[in-house]
């Protein structure tokens, strides 16, 4: 069936980097649409990424459009997610989730729509 393992979360102040990775050993034909999401405390899940694969075409959530990328090394079955100038607002735990139909913008803001997903690591912004 596959698994996701997400790697790379921390502690890092207000204006800081840190870049996460996510191994994936579910089927190449059910991990078109990597996605990495997001839940603070007390807070519904938010869509932070979508990659397509293997095109990489991606699409961002407006709180991190800009500061965020998400890259792949297919070779390495892995998804990455950059993030840049960090904020306190963007800590949370981050999980990485595949399986889902199609791979657009819409999926951001549908988690349902990914059956397969990652323990997530957390990631904490001081300011």
């Known amino acids: 069936q596959g698994q996701l393992v997400e790697s790379g979360g921390g502690s890092v102040q207000a204006g800081g980097s840190l870049s996460l990775a996510c191994v994936s050993s579910?089927?190449?034909?059910?991990?078109?649409?990597m996605a990495w999401f997001r839940q603070a405390s007390g807070e519904e899940p938010e869509g932070v990424a979508v990659?397509?694969?293997?095109?990489?075409?991606?699409y961002y959530g407006d709180s991190v459009r800009g500061r965020f990328t998400i890259s792949q090394d297919n070779a390495k079955n892995t998804v990455y997610l950059h993030m840049n100038r960090l904020k306190p607002e963007d800590t949370a735990m981050y999980y990485c989730?595949?399986?889902?139909?199609?791979?657009?913008?819409?999926?951001?803001?549908?988690?349902?729509?990914?059956?397969?997903w990652g323990r997530g690591t957390q990631v904490t912004v001081s300011s």
């Open positions: 579910v089927h190449i034909s059910l991990s078109t649409c």
């Open positions: 989730a595949t399986g889902a139909t199609g791979c657009d913008p819409a999926h951001l803001s549908h988690p349902e729509r990914f059956p397969y």
């Open positions: 990659l397509i694969r293997p095109g990489g075409g991606a």
